[in-house]
């Protein structure tokens, strides 16, 4: 089973339907022993990193998603929340990574919103995907480059478009909006 975190802080009906496309099934919620008992775990995103760790709390699920075993994909700020911190409203993370979320400067127009290429690709992820394919972004605050770092994008300044921890990975594009390259990247996390 598939499940995918309901915390009321992502796009989870596109996320749904790019499942379903790939003939698939999945379970939205925010039941704990539902999410610990899934065979993937997907951890969606959008919105306001402060609201989004409220509502997390409130479940009791930032003390269950440090803690689960299996593949677990983090999909923009889902990803974000896998740090220690992020500048978004001053929040500390899940403190899976342990890295700060920054802002974009003023030098680029924020949000940066629509397709971006994705560089130095590494791992399982990236399976049939190559460097400089594009895929569909909207956020204004970025990780910078890590050791956990499995792929680059560049906006004024080379970020970590994708993360990899053990059974975390997270991606700051919506796989779920880029189309067969985001579809392909989908079913390679399914097949880790």
Request: aromatic share 8%; charged share 20%.
């Amino acid at each position: 089973m598939i499940a995918i975190i309901d915390y009321g802080a992502g796009n989870t009906k596109s996320l749904q339907f790019a499942l379903d496309r790939l003939g698939l099934k999945s379970l939205l919620t925010s039941n704990a022993d539902q999410i610990i008992n899934a065979d993937k775990v997907i951890f969606p995103g959008q919105g306001a990193a402060k609201s989004a760790m409220d509502k997390l709390k409130q479940h009791e699920l930032d003390k269950i998603i440090p803690d689960l075993k299996q593949p677990v994909l983090g999909i923009c700020l889902g990803m974000q929340l896998f740090c220690r911190h992020t500048e978004e409203g001053d929040v500390q993370g899940l403190g899976i990574i342990d890295a700060s979320v920054k802002r974009f400067t003023n030098e680029v127009k924020v949000p940066q919103i629509g397709w971006n290429s994705i560089h130095q690709l590494d791992g399982p992820l990236f399976n049939g995907i190559e460097d400089g394919d594009y895929m569909y972004s909207v956020h204004s605050y970025f990780v910078p480059k890590l050791k956990e770092t499995v792929a680059i994008s560049n906006y004024n300044v080379a970020y970590s478009v994708a993360l990899n921890k053990d059974n975390f990975y997270g991606v700051q594009f919506h796989p779920e909006k880029s189309s067969r390259k985001g579809q392909m990247l989908l079913n390679n996390f399914l097949n880790i």
